[in-house]
């Protein structure tokens, strides 16, 4: 389920369809009557899940409450209860199951903390291929190298030869990826702290990280391509080895 947009001025209260009482929107139950409450107009996983929005979550804290939540929103509790409450507790399960396979992924939960803070994650223009600046050097480098590969393969060539040149060829893609992810953590620290303080200087964490997150798409991307280019240069089939009975007979 894709969260909803979040208005400028969003909701903070919710009316209990059971007893009519006003409840605060991140609440699951109803303070008066204890009914579960519909899931309403929500899109923030973080609140959803009782988390302030930290891109920092310990994973066991995480599961913990996914966990404390699955078992009180699952359908089996209120087979006999009223069709409001049953269409209730599947909405909140099926939310709760996106909001936490979200949260678990770091990449996934900083796309998601972009999208409620209002800074959607950076696209290629148009549908074509937006190579992001930082990494026109290496990608120029790469596509070279896997063009003379692919000649030489069709023409060919070693395979051993070919496989240790796509090796080399990923080396620099490779620590390009691993600079990127110390990157992002560094960012997110800022912004986890910047988030307590009310930082003026938020906005501009946030643009940094829709850039760099856009950039480790592409690196990945590069290496995926380079993997499939490695599937093409490996030998067709692997070297049979000789039975028990077959290297009897080779000793003998």
């Known amino acids: 389920m894709t969260p ?3 208005p400028l001025r969003a909701p903070s209260m919710l009316e209990c369809r ?14 008066q009557c204890d009914r579960i409450l519909a899931l309403g107009r929500h899109g923030d996983y973080f609140s959803f899940l009782g988390f302030p929005r930290r891109l920092s979550l310990d994973a066991q804290t995480l599961e913990r409450r996914f966990r404390e939540l699955s078992r009180k929103f699952h359908p089996d509790y209120f087979y006999n209860s009223s069709p409001t409450e049953r269409l209730a507790s599947l909405e909140r399960s099926s939310y709760l199951n996106d909001a936490y396979r979200t949260l678990r992924n770091p990449a996934a939960r900083i796309e998601h903390l972009l999208a409620i803070e209002g800074l959607p ?29 692919r000649e030489s393969r069709e023409e060919g060539g070693d395979r ?5 040149r796509l090796d080399a060829a990923r080396e620099p893609i490779d620590r390009k990826r691993v600079e990127h992810e110390r990157q992002i953590a560094g960012l997110m620290e800022r912004w986890d702290a910047q988030s307590e303080a009310q930082s003026p200087e938020r906005k ?49």
């Open 121 to 149: 994650p950076a696209k290629s223009d148009e549908g074509g291929v937006k190579v992001p600046p930082a990494l026109l050097e290496e990608v120029f480098e790469l596509n070279e190298e896997l063009d003379q590969i």
């Open 204 to 252: 501009a964490t946030l643009e940094a990280l829709r850039e760099r997150l856009f950039e480790r798409k592409y690196i990945d991307n590069l290496i995926a391509t380079i993997e499939r280019e490695a599937a093409e240069v490996r030998p067709d089939t692997a070297p049979i080895q000789p039975t028990g009975k077959a290297r009897a007979e080779d000793r003998s």
């Open 160 to 164: 051993e030869t070919l496989r240790r």
């Open 4 to 6: 909803d947009p979040i």
């Open 18 to 31: 059971n007893c009519g009482a006003g409840v605060p929107l991140d609440d699951h139950f109803c303070g």
